[in-house]
């Protein structure tokens, strides 16, 4: 792959420089060219303009080197063509289509030709057409020309071999992150590719794959944890199914026993069944939900009698008032799953206060507290304060607190201090018109 694209970066280098280069070198050939034909066409009427003044000039005579003078009307004046020579006519017709300065071509030979315009005598046409062999001319032209042509292929040479040399260099780190990438497989996730520190979109890139490294080694690290959670949850459940299921089979002739498997079997079916729910819950999104400004004190007055019902051991007051854009129904859930874990953790003081702001809801109690470690935790899978895992739950709660709130556009906070009670902060946009975009 680096291999094709090594190449198609060279040449596409290498082509832009020379075609760079060409223009640059044809328009110097061309500048060069035109300031050497304007040389010997000023020198070619000079030296004329003074064979012309000498009193010994005369019709008929030659000038040196070759110099021929046409005039306007096509004739001969100074030098010797043979008029009826093949070519003659069309060669005449390009002398006489100069304007200033050019090139006429006799059968092999190719003449010079300049515009001289007056009179270069007392009398006598107003222009004529000077001519002399370009021989010369065009023997340096050429050299030029392949002088350029050289240092055009040199060029071009240079550039392909500096381009590879620096493209390669370019690609080599590339080359050797896709190589260390091939290497990492979901079994070992902790390699990291190498990151050259050049500050470029190379080490840009390099950095964005370990960061996604590290982002898919805590999602398979969660997963894994995950997994053997589930694994534990539904180990013990399973197990004492199974304990009760062989005591039924082996005293089904006593009903007391068979009563109380079955109870037992029922009662940890149930808790099965919650469980599963929650697990379903947590991993469907929250898609549906009915967005409508609540007045918070009037339903946490209401729901608070249901929690009165339910926890009859409890004091759970209601503070403050205020509105939030919520939905009723995903609110009580979160409430509910909040006031069930603050009377989980509430053995002493068994007081529960639910405030209403604004646009916020504070779910406080006065238990046992969190530690500052923990709260980074608490809204976790399955993370459970007792260690032992003896108290009840799945420590599934909070995590489902977690994603209902976020389905709300909502924010929750934890302020806690070991021995000190908990407050859960869950601040919810005001303004039902201003909710996030999904």
Not at 112 to 117: K, Q, W
Not at 306 to 323: A, H, P
Request: net charge neutral; hydrophobic share 40%; proline share 2%.
């Amino acid at each position: 792959m680096f291999s094709s694209l090594r190449w198609k970066m060279v040449a596409g280098q290498t082509l832009l420089l020379s075609l760079l280069l060409g223009l640059s070198l044809i328009i110097a050939y061309n500048g060069v060219k035109m300031m050497h034909v304007a040389r010997s066409a000023n020198l070619l009427r000079q030296s004329v303009s003074a064979a012309l003044k000498s009193p010994l000039m005369m019709k008929g005579v030659i000038l040196p080197g070759g110099v021929a003078i046409i005039d306007e009307d096509g004739n001969v004046v100074v030098g010797f063509f043979d008029t009826k020579r093949e070519g003659f006519d069309s060669f005449l017709k390009t002398v006489l289509s100069t304007k200033n300065v050019g090139f006429a071509k006799l059968g092999e030979e190719e003449y010079l030709v300049v515009v001289a315009e007056k009179a270069m005598t007392a009398r006598g046409p107003e222009k004529y057409y000077l001519l002399q062999p370009a021989g010369g001319i065009t023997v340096l032209l050429n050299l030029l020309s392949r002088a350029f042509v050289f240092l055009w292929l040199a060029f071009t040479g240079v550039s392909f071999a500096i381009g590879y040399y620096f493209v390669s260099e370019t690609l080599s780190p590339m080359k050797r992150i896709t190589k260390e990438v091939r290497q990492i497989t979901a079994t070992d996730l902790s390699k990291r590719v190498y990151e050259p520190e050049t500050n470029d979109e190379v080490s840009l890139l390099a950095k964005t794959l370990n960061n996604m490294l590290s982002r898919l080694q805590t999602g398979f690290e969660a997963q894994s944890e995950f997994l053997n959670d589930v694994s534990h949850e539904l180990r013990t459940p399973l197990t004492t199914i199974q304990g009760y299921s062989e005591l039924i089979t082996k005293f089904c002739d006593k009903a007391d026993i068979v009563k109380e498997s079955g109870n037992a079997i029922r009662e940890t079916t149930l808790k099965l069944h919650r469980l599963v729910e929650t697990l379903l819950a947590l991993s469907k999104p929250v898609t549906k939900v009915n967005l409508h400004r609540v007045d918070l004190r009037e339903f946490l007055e209401r729901i608070a009698l249901e929690f009165r019902k339910d926890f009859k051991d409890f004091q759970i007051d209601v503070e403050g008032s205020g509105t939030a854009c919520v939905d009723e129904d995903v609110l009580e859930i979160i409430l509910k799953a909040l006031v069930e874990n603050a009377v989980k953790f509430s053995k002493e003081n068994k007081r529960i206060v639910l405030k209403a702001y604004d646009g916020k809801v504070i779910v406080k109690d006065f238990g046992v507290g969190i530690s500052a470690e923990e709260r980074e935790r608490i809204f976790r899978r399955f993370y459970k304060s007792d260690k032992s895992r003896s108290s009840q739950g799945h420590g599934l709660g909070l995590s489902l607190v977690m994603k209902l709130v976020n389905a709300l556009d909502g924010t929750i906070d934890v302020d806690s201090e070991p021995g000190k009670g908990t407050e859960f902060i869950i601040v919810f946009p005001v303004d039902c018109g201003k909710r996030k975009e999904s």
